[in-house]
């Protein structure tokens, strides 16, 4: 099968025609009439097999977590989801793999709104590159430079379930499947970052841990903040496996998607409404002095866990 | 060195501010001011080692050539580029490696009026994918379903040097500089496409190769091509080197990053002088029957090579 034979078969048609795509896949470009008035947030993440999802995932979840993990840059930036690109490499053109990544991909773009406007693929060792655009109004977008002493530090859901499923992976053991579906099948926070818009000062979302990305908001806003690990959220599946000694670890060893934000303490109760049935908890305050402290429920501070490295 | 000191030392300063960038790199998402009442040209291209650039190619080089081929990418629609995002996977933080990549992508970059604007960089099997923006007035673009009966077809530059270079590294030869040199660091054709907008009816950059992607013109318009063989432009280098039997396949081989546009005759001499000091050669003419037939120099059938195959 060629490339175009590929793409007509898998993708052409994935997503349905959207009112900002004025032409989609089939030209060496695609076309995109950006909502007037509006900026457009932008935002390109790669997956690779093995590193940031197992060998063995289901092909249809990786389609799920490829684009899911683009959707939530779009989240923490408070972005409407407009469209995205695919560039996918590809060992070999298996076709029960490619519908069954399609179908993953698809659905979840199809729940987003977005419009899969083009990409390439290419042979090579199995790795997938989103660029995903989404809407924003001039002003309105959740940056990380905006967070203001005083403010609390929130993180939606729950932290630490898809490093836990990974941890017990990589020990031969089968994880929880509520913790496994967590790893593989991360939701992003869509829906919470575009009602956040407004009611917090400064987001990002949790994809390298808590405290290695709650710092890139605090170096941003030339700020610091204490952070109460007993306030951690975590869900029951993970209060369940977890032992108590590794839990800090795994609750900021990332691949968590949830969003972490910065908001005036007046704001507290409508941001929780703003988030529906999505939990918003509590975990820290931001201080003008710099650096991130974690303290414990006595309030005796802890070291800082390491952050995810990319090299 | 970690991910975000590897970007800030050699990717976050490597543009000028741009004015529609409101918010570049070192946030879940950069923020473009997309220039009013004009729609954006998205494009995405992977460059893999081994498959689309010789393992030992300089990286200056590679970083040129991944940029190239995206803008090549919006060459082909007349757009004006805007900026781009970066996803690099490398086997490992090689300073030397990144300072010499981040030297030739930059270059190209600031010449190109582009932005990078963010990006992801990950460990793994070295690969380049970039997805460029540009922008380009509505219903303006140069697009594959627009061509016409009685149109000449034509193409920029000349064809085939970059596969030959390829051949002969392939053989053990050392190809004339000027060959490497359109191998190594093509030149997308973005002052040509943007000055034949409005005069030709349908344009598209020859990557895979002419046959192939003018056939996805006649495709998308519903028509047919008689290619005259003879006309093809070829470089010095090229005729000194090429033996006459490789010619066609050569020439046909991709790779070459020119365009091929067809426009009515009445404009052949006022796209010529858009395109300036770059040849625009008349290679064969539209018709309504389809599909492509190739042509010698005396009017005689004569097969149609294959194009590049992407699996």
């Given at each position: 099968m060629d490339e175009f034979a590929l793409i007509r078969r898998y993708f052409a048609a994935l997503t349905p025609a959207h009112p900002a795509v004025a032409l989609g896949i089939g030209d060496d470009c695609a076309l995109l009439t950006p909502p007037p008035g509006e900026q457009l947030a932008i935002s390109s993440d790669t997956l690779i097999a093995g590193r940031h999802f197992p060998r063995d995932t289901a092909p249809a979840d990786i389609g799920h977590k490829a684009l899911a993990v683009n959707l939530s840059d779009l989240a923490a930036m408070g972005a409407q989801p407009l469209a995205f690109t695919l560039a996918l490499t590809l060992p070999q053109a298996d076709e029960a793999w490619l519908a069954a990544f399609a179908e993953g991909l698809g659905a979840l773009a199809r729940a987003s709104g977005m419009a899969l406007i083009g990409g390439d693929t290419t042979r090579g060792p199995l790795s997938i590159s989103i660029t995903v655009l989404g809407s924003v109004p001039p002003g309105r977008a959740l940056r990380r430079d905006g967070a203001q002493p005083g403010d609390l530090v929130c993180v939606t859901g729950t932290l630490g379930d898809a490093a836990l499923a990974l941890q017990q992976l990589q020990v031969g053991q089968s994880p929880d499947p509520v913790l496994r579906a967590r790893l593989d099948r991360p939701s992003p926070r869509n829906a919470a970052g575009l009602a956040l818009r407004g009611l917090a000062h400064a987001g990002i979302d949790i994809s390298d841990g808590l405290c290695g990305d709650l710092g890139h908001v605090l170096d941003a806003s030339g700020l610091g903040a204490e952070l109460?690990?007993?306030?951690?959220p975590m869900s029951d599946a993970f209060a369940r496996s977890v032992m108590p000694a590794q839990r800090l670890r795994l609750q900021n060893?990332?691949?968590?998607?949830e969003l972490c934000l910065c908001l005036p303490p007046a704001a507290l109760a409508q941001a929780r409404a703003a988030c529906g049935a999505l939990p918003l908890s509590v975990v820290g305050r931001v201080v003008a002095a710099p650096g991130l402290r974690m303290l414990d429920a006595s309030g005796a501070p802890l070291p800082a866990p390491d952050s995810y490295q990319h090299f």
């Open positions: 109460q690990v007993g306030q951690l060893g990332g691949d968590d998607y």
